[in-house]
């Protein structure tokens, strides 16, 4: 099982990102997909989550009408598009399968 995060970067306030969350060694289509952060100090954060087809999204408040996740099962990829990126978005993203994990990608939002 593996999960490779990617897509992280130093952007700008108001600037996007998207990060990608790439899966092999299991079935994809079988495992909802949640998106996590993590902030120096700060307890992980549940950020998105995306059912098994795609059909239900669901966000933290924080998130909402800013970051947007999908999904390709034909391409056992999972996205998180984040728009509007502000300071407070800084973090290591990743990306869960169940239990299984990526590395995680960085993301530094900063002038």
């Known amino acids: 099982v593996q999960l490779v995060e990617s897509g992280g970067g130093l952007v700008q306030p108001g600037e996007s990102l998207r990060l990608s969350c790439v899966a092999s060694?299991?079935?994809?289509?079988?495992?909802?997909i949640n998106w996590f952060r993590q902030a120096p100090g700060k307890e992980r954060e549940l950020v998105a989550a995306?059912?098994?087809?795609?059909?239900?999204?669901s966000y933290a408040d924080s998130v909402k009408a800013r970051f947007t996740v999908s999904r390709d099962n034909a391409k056992n990829t999972a996205y998180l598009q984040m728009n509007s990126l502000k300071p407070e978005d800084t973090a290591v993203y990743y990306c869960?399968?169940?239990?299984?994990r990526g590395q995680g990608t960085q993301v530094t939002v900063s002038s």
């Open positions: 869960y399968a169940s239990v299984y």
């Open positions: 995306i059912s098994r087809t795609g059909g239900t999204t």
């Open positions: 060694g299991f079935l994809f289509s079988s495992y909802a």
